[in-house]
């Protein structure tokens, strides 16, 4: 279980967070959906222990936390293969063992042999999101957490990776929170739907839900859930900025 | 390939036309001005022979090699730490511009004062004169470490040793390699400064030898010899250098 106890977060010129609430069980894949700057990023960091709450506590109860930033963060001078395998480096694998299940998890994400071999550098954009994902996935987490990872993609690639992440998700039943500010990204992967409000961040909108992979039912699953008065005065009210990339 | 062959047929170009015109310099202002190329290279010939050049180039490489492994030693150390604990840079930062800024020679007199002619005046002179600029270097180079793969680093739980590896090491070589390769550079021509100031053995107090009896041809071959040297130095030392840093550019990104 992942828990924000009243949490408080304090940044710059006023409270990013103030006494924020949440808990994510586990196998649970919850997306939370915000204006830009409302501190979707900053409840990722703290999740992740790399930022400190100014107030309240944040208890992550799961063995393993991997995360996905919003830039794939590969070590330019390394192999994708060997980016993947870092994962597992860190965690006290053997180097020939960690390559080798890094190659098997880049297959799987459609790598050939000469891509796993390529560096970052020679990869696309796409592929070294694929690169990124299979680093998170690479370490056996029992929650991941993602920072709108395919922001910077187009609309068929993000869509190629949210099946990726989706499918690898319900395969090993680890729990993910998943950030973005796009609607259809998130009707797409939620099985939980929290609508965050603009600073400092409250939850206007908590929805269990089924995942819809079908184009029209994407449309309407986000449609319905811009027609919530408290979910359009988030997203589409003053600084709220709501992004679909769905397309008919 | 061809290209290789085509670059090293153009630096033997360029050396051509320095022979040739050190051949016509002798012609126009004489031997007393200029020896004639033929007659230095015959007593660099007669020097390497007769056993005179071997040793002197020994104690050269001893000087040069030594001060510049040593400075480059103490200005990574410092550096890496300067550039880990910034109250450590920010007092260490003045005092390596001070070295940096100090001419070589001034550091040859101290040595000479301090250690005696015979005391590792040169090899002292390469250390000092080199530190400061590979301390820059391995400063620069922790300074400008991405935070966003410290980040990623933390996040996977990576131990510190694998994080010297994977992340250090890499991004710091990027500013230490040309450091390193500049300061060797500049560990040669420190090097027989000092020899030609303290005297010695070395090919700088050979060619201090040289010009006292006013034997240009010697001096030349003197001259010739250091320059075979640093050409022997950037083929087996820096060359190298400069391939691991061509290797590690970005190749163009696939669409």
């Known amino acids: ?54 107030g309240g506590r944040v208890v992550n109860g799961f ?15 390394w192999s994708a293969r060997d980016n993947v395998a870092f ?28 891509d796993c071999a390529k560096r970052p550098d020679a990869l696309s954009g796409g592929m070294q999101s694929r690169v990124a994902v299979a680093r998170a996935l690479a370490a056996t987490p029992d929650l991941v957490l993602m920072d709108e990872p395919f922001a910077a993609l187009d609309v068929g690639l993000r869509r190629d990776l949210q099946d990726l992440v989706r499918g690898a998700v319900s395969d090993t039943g680890l729990a993910a ?47 319905a859930l811009l027609d919530r008065p408290a979910v359009r005065a988030a997203l589409l009210g003053p600084g709220g900025v709501v992004q679909s990339s769905f397309r008919r | 390939m061809p290209h290789r ?21 002798w012609r126009m202002l004489g031997p007393f001005v200029l020896p004639q190329p033929a007659e230095t290279v015959e007593t660099l010939a007669r020097l390497v022979v007769d056993g005179e050049a071997g040793p002197a180039l020994r104690v050269t490489i001893v000087n040069a090699l030594g001060g510049w492994a040593a400075g480059a030693a103490l200005g990574t150390g410092l550096g890496i730490a300067a550039g880990l ?29 301090w250690f005696g002619p015979q005391g590792g005046a040169p090899a002292f002179t390469v250390l000092v004169t080199t530190a400061p600029i590979v301390f820059a270097g391995a400063a620069q180079g922790v300074a400008a470490r991405d935070p966003q793969l410290s980040e990623m680093a933390r996040v996977c739980g990576a131990p510190p040793l694998l994080r010297l590896r994977a992340l250090l090491l890499p991004q710091l070589l990027d500013h230490l390699l040309p450091a390193l390769a500049t300061a060797l550079a500049f560990a040669w021509k420190v090097a027989v400064m000092a020899e030609v100031l303290a005297g010695g053995s070395g090919i700088g107090g050979r060619i ?4 006292a009896h006013l034997d240009l041809a010697e001096t030349m071959a003197w001259i010739l010899l250091i320059v075979g040297l640093l050409l022997v130095c950037d083929g087996l030392l820096l060359a190298p250098m400069r391939r691991v840093l061509r290797g590690r550019r970005p190749h163009v990104a696939a669409g």
């Open chain 2, 85 to 113: 604990a910034w109250p450590l840079g920010a007092a260490l930062r003045p005092v390596m511009t001070v070295t940096l800024g100090t001419p070589p020679i001034a550091f040859v007199v101290l040595a000479l004062l």
């Open chain 2, 5 to 25: 062959l085509a670059r090293a047929a153009l630096g033997l170009a360029g050396l051509a036309v320095v022979a040739a015109g050190w051949q016509a310099g």
């Open chain 2, 208 to 211: 201090a030898e040289a010009r």
């Open chain 1, 87 to 114: 994962a597992l480096l860190a965690q006290g694998v053997s180097r020939d063992a960690a390559r080798e299940k890094a190659g098997g998890l880049l297959g799987r994400f459609g790598f050939s042999a000469a």
């Open chain 1, 177 to 223: 929170l998943f950030v973005t500010h796009d609607v259809t990204e998130a009707v797409r992967l939620a099985d939980r739907l929290l609508v965050l409000s603009a600073r400092p961040a409250r939850i206007v909108h908590d929805e269990r839900v089924a995942p819809v992979a079908e184009p029209s039912a994407i449309h309407r699953a986000a449609a």
């Open chain 1, 1 to 54: 279980m992942l828990r924000f106890d009243e949490v408080t977060l304090r940044w710059g010129d006023g409270p990013v967070l103030e006494r924020f609430d949440l808990a994510v069980a586990p196998g649970e894949v919850a997306v939370l959906l915000g204006p830009s700057g409302c501190g979707k990023t900053s409840l990722l960091r703290l999740a992740s222990g790399l930022v400190r709450p100014s």
């Open chain 1, 63 to 77: 063995r393993r936390t991997a995360v996905v930033f919003q830039e794939p963060r590969l070590l330019p001078w």
